[in-house]
């Protein structure tokens, strides 16, 4: 089945795709709002994790 998951073909795919349907004036801008996605993501999942009760 899935035996090495992710090659380097399938990110190359993966770009390829992305311009493909963004084009490649906003891609920057889809880039930077899936960083801050990511940034906003990690930040309340570390705050979950100082909330919980310590056992």
Known sequence: MLRN???PWHLLL???V???LFG???LPDT???LGRSLRIL???TRAM???A???
């Open 49 to 51: 994790k100082d909330d």
């Open 24 to 26: 490649s004036e906003k």
């Open 14 to 16: 993966v770009v390829i």
């Open 5 to 7: 998951g992710l090659e």
């Open 42 to 44: 990690k930040s309340e």
């Open 18 to 20: 992305a311009i493909a």
């Open 31 to 33: 880039a930077r709002a």
């Open 53 to 55: 009760p310590a056992e």
